[in-house]
């Protein structure tokens, strides 16, 4: 059974930046994962992937500030935050699947996706 570990959220100021990171515990095969993020009421949207190949994919939100990566040697996932702003502040989640999801990150809400972590928070005040 797979399992995701996130960490890295925090409470920064408006233009700071984080990383975020999700460990992938189990997973015997190279996984499709991606980062999403929720806020309450509202429905949750992707922010990045990253594909078992390497290709990356971006919501615009976080395009040329955001930077998704996989470590393989640490199995672990990151995602690089850069330029922050109040819009950004929601629970963040990391999330996997063997299968590529086949689907535009900034079309998807993660029904793609199998396998989630327990979700970190990010707080960005101004």
């Known amino acids: 059974e797979v399992q995701l570990v996130e960490s890295g959220g925090g409470s920064v100021q408006a233009g700071d930046s984080l990383r975020l990171s999700c460990i992938a515990f189990?997973?015997?095969?190279?996984?499709?994962m991606a980062w999403f993020r929720q806020t309450p009421g509202k429905q949750r949207e992707g922010v990045a992937a990253i594909d078992s190949n390497g290709g990356t994919d971006y919501a615009e939100s976080a395009k040329g500030r955001f930077t998704i990566s996989f470590d393989h040697a640490k199995n672990t996932l990151f995602l690089r935050m850069n330029s922050l702003t109040p819009e950004d502040t929601a629970m963040y989640y990391c999330?996997?699947?063997?299968?590529?999801?086949?689907?535009?990150?900034?079309?998807?809400?993660?029904?793609?996706?199998?396998?989630w972590g327990q979700g970190t928070q990010v707080t960005v005040s101004s």
């Open positions: 999330a996997a699947d063997p299968s590529n999801p086949n689907v535009w990150i900034r079309f998807s809400h993660g029904a793609e996706y199998h396998y």
């Open positions: 189990g997973s015997p095969y190279t996984l499709n």
